[in-house]
């Protein structure tokens, strides 16, 4: 019986209420607090059991520290934005309470896809005897986790690694985010990047692709090389990794739009002076752009996101494709939120179930292979993300 405070009330985060509400035995209490209260009332009254709701502004740390101490949480799940990491962290380290998010920390002016500054608060959370859970969505998380599933029960070493995340699904619109656009954008348009031989390489943005044939009828489709930031800790977590990857399909669609706005420097993060008022261009393109929660009746089609990984077993070479498939449609009956919402709140979920009920403990800053894998991948399973492996 535990109490957990859920912070953001966007996309991710309505599928975190209720999952946690469909399981009262671990989640006793939910309090739902973001920085528009109406978001959370509106989450809240979906749901077919009380939760509380509160507002806060989770930038400003005496705020969490005081909702903190009124609510009393075992666990803060922070599914509000990468921005909020550090100030929910030190709201946690004040408090003495656990924490877990779902993307690493980002600087507001500088795309970067680090997990140095959360790193940095490994003794501050060993110290108090707290745990940090990074990075428990489905990329960065189950993939994580997919990942250690092989370490453990596939091979002896992992040399090569593709982590392919495909969504072949159709919103209907001209151009949208399946997820919060300012991020969303940040990542594509940032540099791409890979681990290879003991380095990083890197690439312009999207510059490269190739054809990967999706499995149960998704088919070929194009996907590109992107930096993304759960290669950060698993080149240095997995054993022998000689190179790793992560690849993403764009519709031809989206990729225009993209390099239209791009050109136009409407994808800026840098302020510029309008009027005599500071915009920064990507943040008003977000305010243009379709809201990624309202997109969840009309998109249509899968999402597969997997690892593909060669290595050895016994002095034998081994490839196995650990992968998820999740429906758009599916996901909106259960929890009105389209698959990339659900394929991340899932995890979130099962994250603090796993830290809650201790199958996964720790004192520190951990990602998600650190961690014994077969709990986590039980509940995958149970709570609505089954996964399904190929060995070749
Ligand atoms: P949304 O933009 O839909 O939601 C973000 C929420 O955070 C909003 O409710 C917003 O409030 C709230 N928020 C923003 N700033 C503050 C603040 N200062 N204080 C309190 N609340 C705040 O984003 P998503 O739900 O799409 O994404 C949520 C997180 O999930 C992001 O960090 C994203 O990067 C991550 N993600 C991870 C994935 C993975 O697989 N690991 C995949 C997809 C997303 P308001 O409504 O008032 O703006």
């Given at each position: 019986m535990s109490r957990v405070l859920i912070v953001g009330a966007g996309g991710v985060s309505q599928v975190v209420v209720h999952k946690c509400a469909q399981v009262p035995e671990v989640f006793s209490e939910i309090c739902l607090a973001s920085r528009t209260l109406s978001k959370c009332e509106r989450i809240a009254a979906q749901l077919d059991r009380p939760i509380r709701t509160a507002q806060v502004d989770a930038d400003n740390v005496a705020e969490m520290v005081a909702l903190i101490r009124d609510f009393k949480p075992d666990l803060v799940v922070n599914v509000?934005?990468?921005?909020?990491d550090l100030h929910i962290m030190d709201a946690c380290l004040e408090t003495g309470v656990d924490y877990l998010d779902t993307a690493n920390y980002e600087p507001i002016d500088e795309a970067k896809f680090e997990y140095k500054w959360q790193w940095a608060y490994q003794e501050r959370f060993r110290e108090k005897g707290l745990m940090a859970l990074l990075g428990s969505g489905f990329d960065p998380g189950v993939t994580n986790v997919f990942c250690a599933h092989a370490q453990k029960h596939?091979?002896?070493?992992?040399h090569q690694l593709d982590i392919i995340d495909c969504?072949?699904?159709?919103?209907?619109?001209h151009f949208a985010t399946n997820f919060n656009p300012e991020i969303n954008i940040r990542e594509v348009t940032a540099r791409g990047r890979y681990w290879e031989r003991g380095e990083w390489v890197e690439t312009d943005p999207l510059a490269w692709s190739m054809s990967y044939d999706f499995p149960e009828g998704i088919g070929p489709k194009k996907c590109y090389l992107m930096y993304h930031e759960e290669l950060e800790s698993l080149v240095l977590n997995l054993?022998?990794?000689?190179r790793a990857r992560f690849w993403m399909t764009f519709s031809d669609n989206y990729l225009k739009h993209l390099e239209v706005l791009g050109n136009v420097g409407m994808t800026r993060i840098d302020p510029v002076q309008y009027k005599g008022c500071e915009i920064v261009p990507l943040q008003f393109l977000k305010a243009l752009?379709?809201?990624?929660?309202?997109?969840g009746p009309d998109t249509k089609g899968r999402t597969c996101i997997g690892c593909l990984m060669k290595g050895v077993k016994d002095g034998r070479e081994k490839q196995v494709y650990v992968y998820n498939i999740c429906d758009h449609q599916d996901a909106y009956r259960e929890v009105q939120s389209q698959a990339v919402s659900y394929t991340t709140g899932v995890p979130a979920m099962i994250g603090a179930m796993m830290m809650l009920t201790g199958k996964w403990r720790g004192e520190g800053v951990f990602n998600m292979?650190?961690?014994?894998?077969d709990p986590f991948m039980e509940k995958l399973n149970l709570h609505g993300l089954p996964w399904k492996e190929v060995i070749f």
């Open positions: 509000a934005l990468p921005y909020q596939h091979f002896d070493e992992i969504n072949a699904g159709d919103h209907g619109k054993k022998g990794i000689k752009l379709p809201d990624p929660a309202s997109l292979e650190q961690f014994d894998p």
